[in-house]
């Protein structure tokens, strides 16, 4: 029975990591769309979404099979507990990619940001793909140094965020209340992407440990 438990968490654990690649490569995809005026990328990232619904279905699905079938106590149920946590932080994320890819549409044939903010975005866009292959990693290898990487990177985000708000807020911005709306959404569906991998990296660490990740010597 308890070799049946591991194997089925392991599998679940496997579709939280498939959810977390597609996050990043939306994201990565829609970043493209959104740097260069790209509306078949675009498009191609809104419409994959579903495959993201899927999974997380599938994961929920098995999650709650595991709590009814197994009847788990502690480590177990926590374990199961934190992964339909995960499934809706890197539902999250793929949703902050669709709109991304959505603005990128919307404002389409134009480029939705001007050459002042590019640089920042490209950069974010980098920084969310790499959070996103963090946060599989740690679920695959259940590691807290894996979090504590992630961490890191989203303090760079954060810095990022910050930083874009200065160019916004300079009296020499020339590209209208809209255009500032639209950068203001998007530095903002950036840094969430980047929270909810963090909080990814976060619940695997309770999963594995049953601590939180202050409670560690990492």
Request: proline share 2%; with cysteine.
């Amino acid at each position: 029975m308890r070799t049946a438990y591991q194997e089925q968490l392991h599998s679940l654990n496997s579709i939280l990591g498939e959810m977390c690649d597609l996050a990043g490569s939306a994201m990565e995809r829609a970043t493209r769309s959104l740097l260069q005026a790209d509306l078949a990328i675009a498009e191609e990232v809104i419409s994959e979404n579903d495959r993201m619904n899927e999974l997380a279905t599938r994961a929920e699905e098995q999650a709650f099979g595991l709590l009814a079938l197994q009847a788990p106590v502690a480590g177990d149920l926590r374990g199961i507990v934190s992964a339909l946590q995960i499934v809706a932080d890197a539902d999250r994320m793929g949703a902050l990619a669709l709109h991304v890819a959505k603005v990128a549409r919307r404002r389409h044939p134009a480029k939705a940001l001007p050459e002042e903010v590019a640089g920042y975005f490209a950069e974010m866009g980098r920084l969310a793909v790499h959070l996103a292959r963090n946060a599989r990693e740690a679920l695959d290898s259940q590691d807290p140094q894996a979090a504590v990487r992630l961490e890191e990177d989203d303090d760079a985000m954060d810095d990022l965020h910050r930083h874009l708000f200065t160019v916004l807020m300079d009296r020499e911005w020339q590209h209208g209340v809209a255009s500032a709306v639209d950068i203001t959404l998007l530095g903002r569906y950036y840094e969430r992407f980047a929270d909810h991998a963090v909080m990814i990296g976060r619940r695997v660490v309770f999963q594995a440990t049953g601590k939180t990740l202050a409670d560690l010597d990492v």
